[in-house]
């Protein structure tokens, strides 16, 4: 047995399944991503299985997936090996990247899971060219209600995220990423379905089942299921309070008004 199985069942990351609807978020803001560069040097910081980092390796790009844990980086080599991508262990507290020698970077849902995130922007701000961007994603901590994710440090509110990122880089916009209103009806749909789980039985189930009971579940309510969601239906609006997740443009030059929705630069 490879050791790829077990690799998600933690919850620290997101695998590749259709039926996930934080694995399609993901991938939304992927695609954002792309429109922000048409060729040159892409660092993916906390890649994780990898498909964000082949969704990114189009054209001219170069992309760098990069993953603290040694098997992850190993499993998302071996998923995913398209001309132009490549993966590697490196902890993104000590990026071991040439500084000022990056295009752009980026981390999404991954600031909220540093111990120093002060140290993470840091070396971010570091490797950025002078005319490199930097976007970011991260759970909103005025609506991410809930239990306490046990992997993430801190979350951030937007003010502060505006703030703590203007620290490091001159240049600063804010976004905000919203969830169809279909998602929160299937997640209480799903969630009554695992109250029965007592004995997490789950982890034991295959992955296609679990796909079709989703697409089940969502059928039965009358909810789009995230099988047939696209990337339009996690938009980024100028709106940030009330998002699920913010969204930030960096960089060290003033940034471009194209491929993503303007608040302000700061």
Not at 1 to 30: C, I
Request: a neutral charge; charged letters at 20%; proline letters at 7%.
């Amino acid at each position: 047995m490879t050791e790829t199985p077990n690799l998600w069942d933690s919850g620290e990351r997101v695998p590749a399944e259709p039926h996930n609807t934080l694995y399609l978020e993901l991938l939304s803001a992927y695609d954002a991503a792309r429109r922000l560069l048409q060729n040159g040097i892409v660092l993916d910081i906390g890649c994780g299985a990898g498909y964000g980092s082949d969704h990114l390796a189009h054209g001219d790009r170069h992309v760098l997936g990069i993953d603290y844990a040694p098997a992850v980086a190993r499993a998302a080599a071996r998923g995913y090996q398209r001309r132009g991508v490549s993966f590697a262990c490196m902890d993104g507290m000590r990026l071991g990247v040439r500084s000022a020698s990056v295009d752009l970077a980026c981390a999404f849902q991954v600031l909220e899971h540093f111990p120093d995130q002060e140290r993470f922007l840091g070396e971010l701000a570091r490797v950025l060219k002078p005319t490199g961007l930097a976007l970011l994603s991260t759970p909103n901590a005025l609506t991410h209600v809930g239990p306490r994710n046990p992997f993430h440090t801190h979350e951030f509110k937007p003010d502060e995220l505006r703030t703590f990122l203007g620290r490091h880089f001159a240049f600063v916009r804010l976004a905000g990423q919203r969830r169809p209103e279909d998602i929160y009806v299937l997640e209480h749909a799903c969630q009554q379905v695992r109250q029965w789980d007592v004995l997490d039985l789950k982890r034991l189930v295959p992955r296609r089942l679990i796909s079709l009971v989703v697409y089940t579940l969502a059928r039965w309510n009358r909810v789009t299921p995230p099988q047939r969601m696209s990337f339009g239906s996690f938009p980024l609006s100028p709106q940030t309070d009330n998002a699920y997740s913010l969204f930030a443009l960096c960089g060290h030059a003033p940034l471009p008004e194209q491929g993503f929705e303007p608040v302000g630069d700061s």
